[in-house]
């Protein structure tokens, strides 16, 4: 069982940053490909980029793209999603999920193992 640990949330004004990090301490993260999902109050949870393991190479949501970066620090066991341009539409609860396997993929059922989640909120 691989346990997540999602942090960084917080209020920010638009235009703002913010960087999010997802932590385990049981396992390797490198083993995994690690991705981000975020969940707006009535809406489902949508997939907001991923990182691959090995490679690092990533793959992001239309929505966040150029925005939105995801980095990976196998040796501390950290993912990283760094937030710019933020938007009051980026306001939801941010996930990290991992899966093993190599592929990035875009559904959360994809995902074995998910965090508690941190909640973003951009003010207009």
Same mark, same amino acid.
């Given at each position: ?6 942090? &960084? ?7 703002? @940053?913010?960087?999010? @990090? ?5 396992? !390797? ?9 975020? $969940?707006?109050? &009535?809406?489902? +949870? ?6 691959? +393991? *090995?490679?690092?190479? !990533? ?10 970066? #995801? @980095? ?12 710019? *341009?933020?938007?009051?539409?980026? !306001? ?6 991992? +899966?093993?396997?190599? *592929? #990035?993929?875009? +559904?959360? !059922? @994809?995902?074995?193992?998910?965090? $508690?989640?941190? $909640? ?5």
């Amino acid at each position: 069982q691989v346990q997540l640990v999602e942090s &960084g949330g917080g209020l920010v004004q638009a235009g703002g @940053s913010l960087m999010l @990090s997802c932590a385990t301490s049981e396992r !390797t993260l490198g083993n995994y490909v690690v991705g981000w999902f975020r $969940q707006a109050p &009535g809406k489902e +949870r949508a997939f907001v980029g991923a990182i691959r +393991r *090995s490679s690092g190479a !990533t793959y992001y949501a239309d929505s966040v793209k150029g925005r939105f970066t #995801i @980095s990976r620090d196998d040796a501390k066991n950290l993912v990283y999603l760094q937030m710019n *341009s933020l938007k009051p539409a980026d !306001t939801a609860a941010y996930y990290c999920a991992a +899966r093993s396997g190599y *592929s #990035i993929e875009t +559904r959360d !059922t @994809s995902y074995d193992y998910w965090g $508690q989640g941190t $909640q973003v909120t951009v003010s207009s």
